[in-house]
């Protein structure tokens, strides 16, 4: 790192405040010359010789404009302190400046985390316990988590998050569940209140530092693929809950990557590509403004609408510049199948990468066919009947069968094909 590269201190501080901090924390602060940080942080400081600036809102575009040495953001400094509450590398602030200027230029002292002080006042073995964040993703992320048995932390944005969370659990079927705000944890000011969900006064007095935590009551929620159509709202184009099973499975959700669900219709297999996987993000591309609306609200509905983008018509959306179109590593074809589309949608995708697609007419089938015959693959047909009423007795109702053809990219772009039979 070159004297004209500052580098960064990512503190963290609890609401305990400076008597929280290790001794050597206290020397690294008293060293400091420029610190940053909100001002409830800054307050729990004493004097100290650095200069002190207190975010500007929106934090993001003050931090922004720090990390990338704006001029005048801030003053000159080989060495700039950030102040984060609790443990910084925890769905905080020093993950954001490592991702944004890399590790080599930070250094990072952690605090004990809001998630740790819950679980230690709760009892609970936080080994066992899953955590979402609300600070930068809407409450509804809390959806991803709850099933009944578990116990679920959820870090707060402000003091409105509890009041919207016991809203949702209440609609979604955990009114008994046990709900507990833990706010200044840690702190001379640490309060601790609990209910059920279904008794949780919106009115409430919350403290804006806060963490919920829930210990669900409810119905059983899986986060595998095949939820019934009727969990989201549809016109008639949805993905059939077994073949979005087999379909989503064979994306092969897994870790960061993006999806490209192209004819979304509802979204529902980009959404549940993302309930697979919390580390996933997905584009919806649909030319359809109302059925563009109800992936919205679909997506907000199952807890995953910070992690979703929506495009309009492929593939001529596909040149729209912004971060949720990075080039995917997997991509559904649902809707609008035609050989200039998937042509377009193979050449935009990874190498490496995984497109799976689905046909229902004979024509689209074809297509799959001759698709199969240049570039191998796995291609197969599948029926579905379920069985219904025929006057009092059951009888087998077939669904429409459905061709999927299913194929990764290979890593060497020129070669056309992919090794037969892969899958």
């Avoid at 840690?186 to 409430?204: C, E, K, L, M, Y």
């Avoid at 979005?244 to 529902?268: E, F, K, M, Y």
Wanted: aromatic letters at 4%; one cysteine or more.
């Amino acid at each position: 790192m070159s004297a004209a590269t500052p580098g960064f201190v990512v503190v963290g501080i609890g609401a305990d405040g400076w008597d929280g901090l290790s001794p050597r924390v206290r020397a690294e602060l008293r060293s400091a010359a420029v610190i940053l940080g909100s001002q409830r942080q800054l307050d729990l400081l004493p004097a100290l010789p650095a200069t002190t600036i207190a975010w500007r809102s929106p934090m993001s575009a003050h931090l922004d404009a720090v990390l990338t040495g704006a001029p005048g953001a801030v003053p000159a400094s080989p060495r700039v302190h950030l102040l984060a509450s609790g443990d910084p590398m925890f769905h905080g602030l020093g993950a954001t400046v490592v991702r944004a200027v890399g590790a080599e230029r930070v250094e990072v002292f952690p605090a004990v985390s809001s998630a740790s002080l819950a679980c230690a006042h709760l009892g609970w073995d936080l080994a066992e316990v899953a955590v979402v964040s609300a600070v930068t993703a809407d409450p509804e992320i809390i959806l991803t988590e709850v099933t009944d048995g578990r116990r679920v932390l959820v870090l707060s944005r402000d003091a409105s998050t509890p009041a919207r969370v016991a809203e949702l659990l209440a609609a979604h079927g955990f009114g008994d569940s046990t709900f507990t705000v833990l706010a200044q944890l840690g702190g001379p000011r640490q309060q601790v209140t609990a209910s059920r969900v279904g008794s949780w006064d919106p009115g409430a007095r919350v403290d804006p530092l806060n963490v919920i935590a829930v210990d669900c009551i409810g119905p059983r929620r899986s986060a595998l693929p095949g939820r019934g159509e009727d969990g989201f709202d549809h016109d008639g184009q949805i993905t059939k809950s077994t073949i979005r099973a087999l379909t989503v499975c064979a994306l092969a959700p897994a870790g960061r990557q993006t999806l490209w669900d192209i004819g979304s219709g509802s979204g529902a297999v980009a959404i549940e590509w993302l309930r697979a996987d919390p580390g996933g993000r997905a584009v919806a591309f649909e030319q359809d403004q109302t059925r563009s609306a109800r992936i919205v609200a679909n997506a907000r509905r199952h807890g995953v609408s910070s992690r979703i983008g929506l495009r309009g018509a492929a593939p001529a959306a596909f040149s729209d510049s912004a971060t949720e179109t990075d080039t995917p590593d997997a991509v559904f074809v649902g809707g609008g199948l035609d050989a200039a589309l998937l042509a377009a949608a193979w050449a935009a995708l990874r190498p490496g990468g995984r497109l799976v697609a689905n046909a229902v007419t004979i024509e689209s089938q074809s297509l799959l066919a001759d698709w199969h015959r240049t570039h191998a693959g796995t291609l197969r047909r599948v029926a579905v009947d379920t069985a219904a009423p025929l006057g009092r007795y059951l009888a087998w109702r077939p669904a429409l069968p459905i061709v999927t053809w299913a194929g990764t990219k290979p890593s060497d772009t020129e070669s056309g094909s992919i090794p037969s039979g892969a899958s």
